[in-house]
């Protein structure tokens, strides 16, 4: 029996990756290896067995009875499973995958030594995780079954031994989940109004700075960020209290709050795409120079009245490539984390500040509000307010919009916030450590790994020298005149790309006819060999033809990342029952919405340009305009 043992872990092992095989191998086992009544190997740990006394197989087999199986693709993530007795049961059902997440690699090495799981473990139907800390880990896990069901498994017994620690294995993939299914939303909602305000922004960029000419520009000053928390409202008498001691990054959402107390900052960040946003820069008429994402919506570059267009940063999108690869010098990368807060406390370490301070960085909604009093939101009531719809059912449906979560708060206190919020405060935490961030915000979520204090704790009157300094500076290179780059080499780029498109359409025009013809085929069941075989054929030289422009797929990518991931993850939603059932006509159906989605992104983005075009040859023979 001993040697049977010994020749299953070593050929499990071989199915693993080195450095877990490893660690599985090097790893002493605790606890006592007990046999239990039926002749089995149970195991007890701390005065606690993981398995029955009497007999673990039938108590897996029991507990497997109880989990939900419908014979399609499931995938069940154990978190723990002591020594694996209900893997046998579960891999042996058809469709199942399971992915087992133990924290302890001497569980894993016992449980190896038990079954020979080397063809499971071979085809990934079971997949053996011992650490989360990483994101990618999971993505790697899941790729290819992101639309199968999942099945949370905690092994009670294992909870019961060390509940911390598999609780926060459940959590960390709870949040994974929820942070997919948000990015997922976000992405879908604006896949489109991000390539249209990148191609409508494009004329007004090259008049604006590249943001790496901010970058180590602080000089180990202090910097300000101004989040639109609730609490920043609070907070506003200290921040104008020590104005003159840092550099004040606003986001957009908060310039009202601070406008309301007199308060100007330096920089104002916008990175959201909605027109709704611009609102917030409308009518501004200090000092403060925008900071601006090529994504954030068009309008606020063509306001009446607003902040000093200063810098732009770059963009993971493709079609920024236009100006990179027409510009003399790098534009910069900001790190972001899915809020324009994330981004202005980034700029303040790229800015080589010595300390970047966070206020109205609430991540919750302190006191039972939503955002800060003043806030366009709240203005926006004055005018929207009734007799049947009051601000308190606004506020109440902003924050309940998502199921509520709680969360610990700064003073100990619990607060209310969202799954949206929560992917944003991991964010923070995870970035601490390569980050001088210290918390100001007066309310709210505790933020673990950044450091609280309060404003008469982090000043100095020597500060003002520096801040200073720093000011002018910025000040300095926002009024340089001289162009990012040439407007006569854009308007031969855009002129280019333009074209590149037209020509690109007559084959994506052929892919969607055919893909269609192929379709309809399979679907009324109607095929003839011959002609289908040759429509096959032809369909290959299409795919090759529009798969090797690379730069123009990339380019229109953008517009059609709900497309992608349909065919690439399976977010089927466009297919019917019928074509989820029938593989033959799934495959084709997702060719046709591929061509359809080229087809229609090409569209899109051809007409945007040429907007762009018009706009930029407009404004090459217009007179300049002086600060605005």
């Known amino acids: ?9 070593e050929i499990n092992l071989s199915c693993l990756s080195e450095n877990l095989a490893l660690k599985i191998s090097n790893s002493e086992t605790l606890g006592n290896l007990l046999i239990s009544k039926t002749g089995q190997v149970t195991i007890e740990i701390d005065g606690i067995f993981l398995h029955s006394k009497h007999d673990p197989i039938k108590e897996a ?45 001497f569980l894993l090495k016992e449980a190896l030594k038990l079954n020979d799981y080397h063809d499971f473990l071979k085809s990934e139907s079971l997949i053996i995780i011992s650490d989360i800390e990483s994101e990618e880990i999971l993505l790697q896990a899941f790729k290819g079954k992101a639309t199968y069901p999942i099945t949370f498994v905690p092994h009670r017994s294992s909870f019961h031994w060390r509940e911390k620690e598999y609780s926060k294995l459940k959590f960390l993939a709870e949040q994974h989940f929820h942070k997919k299914d948000v990015n997922l939303a976000t992405l879908t909602r604006f896949e489109k109004i991000w390539a249209k305000n990148l191609c409508f922004n494009l004329a007004d960029l090259i008049s604006m700075k590249p943001i790496q000419r901010l970058f180590t520009i602080a000089n180990e000053g202090k910097i300000l960020v101004a989040g639109a928390g609730p609490s920043l409202y609070e907070s506003a008498e200290q921040i104008k209290k020590y104005r003159e001691h840092f550099v004040l990054i606003a986001v957009d959402t908060a310039l009202p709050v601070l406008s309301h107390f007199e ?46 267009k200063g810098f732009f940063s770059s963009s993971p999108f493709p079609l920024i490539k236009l100006i990179e690869e027409t510009a003399k010098e790098p534009i910069g990368d900001v790190p972001f984390g899915g809020s324009v807060s994330t981004n202005a406390a980034s700029l303040g370490t790229l800015m080589g500040a010595k300390q970047t301070y966070l206020v109205g960085q609430d991540l919750s909604f302190t006191k039972g509000w939503a955002h800060s009093k003043g806030a366009i939101m709240e203005e926006r009531l004055n005018y929207k307010e009734t007799r049947k719809f009051r601000r308190e059912l606004h506020n109440y449906r902003q924050l309940f919009a998502l199921a509520p979560k709680k969360v610990e708060g700064i003073n100990g206190e619990s607060h209310t916030t969202n799954e949206k919020m929560l992917i944003f405060k991991k964010w923070f935490e995870s970035h601490a450590s390569e980050n001088k961030w210290v918390n100001l915000t007066k309310f709210g979520a505790k933020l673990d790994n950044i450091p609280h204090s309060r404003f008469e704790e982090c000043f100095i009157e020597e500060d003002i020298i520096i801040a200073n300094k720093i000011k002018n500076e910025i000040q300095k290179v926002c009024k340089d005149k001289k162009n990012y780059l040439e407007t006569s080499e854009l308007l031969s780029k855009l002129k280019e790309t333009i074209q590149n498109l037209a020509a690109f359409l007559i084959p994506v025009k052929n892919g969607l006819r055919l893909s269609k013809q192929l379709y309809e085929q399979i679907k009324k069941n ?66 046709v919405l591929l061509y359809e989605g080229l087809h229609d992104s090409i569209q899109a983005t051809k007409r945007n340009l040429k907007r762009s075009l018009f706009r930029l040859e407009e404004l090459q023979n217009e007179p300049p305009i002086l600060n605005r």
């Open 1 to 9: 029996m001993i040697s049977e043992s010994v020749d299953f872990l």
């Open 61 to 105: 087999e029991r507990f497997i009875s109880e989990l939900p199986y419908d014979g399609e693709n499931r995938i069940y993530l154990l978190f723990g499973a002591g020594l694996g007795y209900v893997l046998p049961g579960i891999l042996k059902k058809s469709n199942a995958h399971v992915i087992w997440i133990e924290p302890h690699p």
């Open 526 to 591: 109607q095929i003839d060999p011959k002609r289908f075989q040759s429509d096959l054929d032809l369909m290959d030289k299409i795919d090759e033809q529009v798969s090797s422009k690379k730069g123009l797929n990339e380019i229109l990518s953008l517009g059609i990342q709900r497309t992608i991931l349909a065919i690439t993850e399976g977010y089927d939603d466009n297919l019917t029952l019928e074509e989820k059932e029938n593989n033959r006509l799934g495959v084709a159906k997702k060719s």
């Open 263 to 308: 308060i100007d900052p330096d920089l104002i960040y916008s990175v959201d795409p909605q027109v709704l946003n611009s609102q917030y820069l409308e009518s501004y008429t200090g000092n403060g120079i925008l900071i601006f994402d090529p994504t954030s919506t068009y309008v606020s570059l063509r306001l009446e009245q607003g902040p000093k």
